[in-house]
Nanobody, 117 residues
Framework: QVQLVESGGGLVQAGGSLRLSCLAP????????MSWYRQAPGNERELVAR????????TYADSVKGRFTISRDDAKNTVYLQMNSLKPEDTAVYYC??????????WGQGTQVTVSS
């Protein structure tokens, strides 16, 4: 069973920055869409950002546009989420997801991000 591994979460003050990383031990990593989701207590899991294979296209939730940047390093099988100008409402568990047509969907275990006001 493939397990994605997120890191980089933590406690930060409002206005601060964090960079999340997700290591995906997939032999064909470059062919996968990679996404970041988040889930706050009492809320459904929501898409934060997605990057296409080879990084050609990125998509963001309206709530994070202009503040978050998703990127990938295919040589390191890693996807990143740079989060700037963090707000208390960004507090959530952040999950990494890998998907490719015809293949299983893979998730990480999540990393907690807490933004204090």
């Amino acid at each position: 069973q493939v397990q994605l591994v997120e890191s980089g979460g933590g406690l930060v003050q409002a206005g601060g920055s964090l960079r999340l990383s997700c290591l995906a031990p997939l032999s064909t990593f470059s062919n996968f869409y990679m996404s970041w989701y988040r889930q706050a207590p009492g809320n459904e899991r929501e898409l934060v950002a997605r990057i296409s294979p080879y990084g050609g296209t990125t998509t963001y939730a309206d709530s994070v546009k202009g503040r978050f940047t998703i990127s990938r390093d295919d040589a390191k099988n890693t996807v990143y989420l740079q989060m700037n100008s963090l707000k208390p409402e960004d507090t959530a568990v952040y999950y990494c997801k890998a998907n490719q047509m015809g293949r299983p969907v893979y998730w990480g275990q999540g990393t907690q991000v807490t933004v204090s006001s």
